[in-house]
């Protein structure tokens, strides 16, 4: 991860952030180099499913994407945009051409003694990026540590963990809208932020961000950690350091530390992280599940909602570790769906044991307690089209 030589700005200005046009000569490009025909995918989903894509488009640069997706659009080839690959549930065949960002560096846009505005390149891995702005001294994205994936997919669904989601300290987005080949600069009131949603999961398959920027603060005294176990194990950190209040960096590696212990690692056992979304249910019917189910958990929204843990909904299903093999929850998060598949020594899981699996558990769910579970990763179809 390096930071792009510029000149710092004592203001910012919105052309300086999003030129909108990056100069290309279509006559010099040739998509054929950069593609992967019959391109295999196993390696490329943290699910490891089996599938197969026609065409495989690793971007290295910016200005590759407006010829390349004009080549594609004049090929009548449809485009599908794959990043890290942590939050989607792909075919076993994908017609289309798949774009692959790995475009990289950050730029300084504004800096005084108190913060930062930085630019990021959408194919930067997002676990270093919060590491490299901590290390730093910039403060902001120290709670969204670990969370697998590249920085340009982050927005799609605002990613959130332990208090903070994305739009906590975004502040602007350059994407290139697919069908109509044009540029756009978004600023964070236009993305329709909302709990792991946004115009970009709204619109998918429309847009391929390619840049996003970030507010960050100096003040190591300002922490997020009033979620759960954070506090505690931060503070120990600290007081082990001799300090008695926990720093940016304290609550980073307990983030770090309680993710690894309670998380799957995709690379030894292929999961997609959380697989259902929190419901949101009104009080009312809150308050009969408490009376049912004292134990159930739950954390108010507004006046009248009530977000209801999917895990422990699961887990007090008596689903946890269950499910239909090679597809079960896991052992320790009941809410992760873990592919089994290299333990039954099979053939690579696909698109439907997912399914039978996800379908087993939402309709447990509202068997037992009357509430639908949504999924939350971006299910794709062989022509990209989604299915929310
Ligand atoms: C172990 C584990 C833990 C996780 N923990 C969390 C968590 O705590 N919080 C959380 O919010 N998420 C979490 N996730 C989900 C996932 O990591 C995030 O959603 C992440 O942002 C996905 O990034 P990606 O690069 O892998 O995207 P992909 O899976 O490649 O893509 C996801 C969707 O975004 C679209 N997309 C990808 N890149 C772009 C782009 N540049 N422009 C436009 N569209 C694009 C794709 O077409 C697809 O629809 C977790 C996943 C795993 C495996």
Redesign the pocket.
């Known amino acids: 991860m390096s930071i792009i030589p510029q000149t710092h700005k004592s203001q910012v200005n919105s052309q300086d952030i999003c030129p909108t046009t990056v100069n290309t000569k279509i006559g010099a490009f040739n998509l054929d180099d950069i593609s992967i025909l019959h391109a295999d995918l196993i390696d490329?989903?943290?699910?490891h499913l089996a599938c197969q894509a026609d065409r495989l488009i690793v971007l290295k640069d910016e200005s590759e994407i407006e010829p390349a997706v004009a080549e594609l659009n004049q090929l009548d080839v449809p485009i599908?945009?794959?990043?890290?690959?942590?939050?989607?549930i792909l075919p076993k065949t994908i017609n289309a051409g798949v774009l692959h960002?790995n475009y990289k560096g950050i730029e300084i846009l504004f800096e005084d003694k108190d913060s930062v505005i930085i630019e990021v390149m959408?194919g930067e891995n997002?676990h270093e990026l919060v590491v490299f702005t901590v290390n730093q001294g910039w403060y902001g994205l120290e709670n969204?540590a670990?969370?697998?994936?590249?920085?340009?997919?982050?927005?799609?669904?605002?990613?959130?963990?332990?208090g903070v989601?994305?739009e906590d300290c975004m502040t602007h987005l350059k994407?290139f809208h697919l069908p109509t080949q044009t540029w756009h600069k978004f600023d964070k009131t236009e993305c329709q932020f909302r709990y792991?949603d946004s115009k970009?999961?709204q619109e998918?398959?429309q847009?391929?961000?390619?840049r996003v920027g970030f507010k960050l603060h100096k003040d190591d005294s300002q922490v997020n950690a009033n979620y759960g176990d954070v506090a505690t194990l931060a503070l120990s950190k600290a007081k082990a350091n001799n300090r008695s209040e926990a720093s940016p960096v304290d609550v980073m590696q307990a983030i770090i530390e309680i993710?690894q212990s309670k998380?799957?690692?995709?690379k030894l056992l292929p999961?997609?992280?959380?697989f259902f979304k929190n419901p949101t249910i009104n009080n009312d019917k809150f308050t009969k599940l408490k009376s049912q189910y004292p134990n159930i958990v739950g954390y108010p929204v507004t006046n009248d909602e009530t977000k209801v843990a999917a895990g422990w909904l699961i887990e007090n299903a008596g689903l946890k570790g269950k499910g239909i093999a090679p597809i079960l929850t896991h052992a320790k998060q009941a809410l992760?769906l873990v592919n089994h598949t290299d333990s039954y020594n099979s053939t690579p899981a696909s698109q439907q044991d997912i399914l039978a699996t996800q379908q087993l558990i939402q309709k447990t769910i509202q068997d037992k307690f009357g509430i639908d579970l949504e999924r939350?990763?971006?299910w794709?179809n062989n022509k990209?089209n989604?299915n929310n």
């Open positions: 490329y989903n943290s699910m599908f945009v794959l990043s890290g690959g942590s939050n989607v960002p959408g997002w969204l670990l969370i697998p994936g590249l920085v340009g997919a982050s927005p799609v669904q605002n990613i959130g963990a332990y989601q994305l994407a792991r970009f999961k998918a398959g847009w391929l961000i390619t993710r998380l799957p690692d995709p999961n997609c992280g959380s992760v939350e990763p971006v794709v990209t989604y």
